[in-house]
């Protein structure tokens, strides 16, 4: 890292890095919830399986 502006671009990355980290942490707990609120779903719906109320409904995951 020599000049000023690489700094200044390194800044940008990580703080983009970081961001994308965030981004994908949502991504991650919100499919979490969703298969959390599926197996509810399922056993409150008299489904064996999260698979087999999935395929009732044509869901693909």
Do not use: C, P
């Amino acid at each position: 890292v020599k000049t000023k502006d690489e700094i200044t671009r390194i800044k940008e990355l990580q703080k983009e890095i970081e961001q994308l980290k965030k981004l994908l942490l949502k991504k991650d707990l919100d499919a979490m919830i969703q298969d959390s609120y599926l197996e509810v779903a399922a056993e409150d719906l008299g489904y064996k399986s999260v698979a087999e109320l999935k395929k009732k409904l044509n869901i693909e995951r």
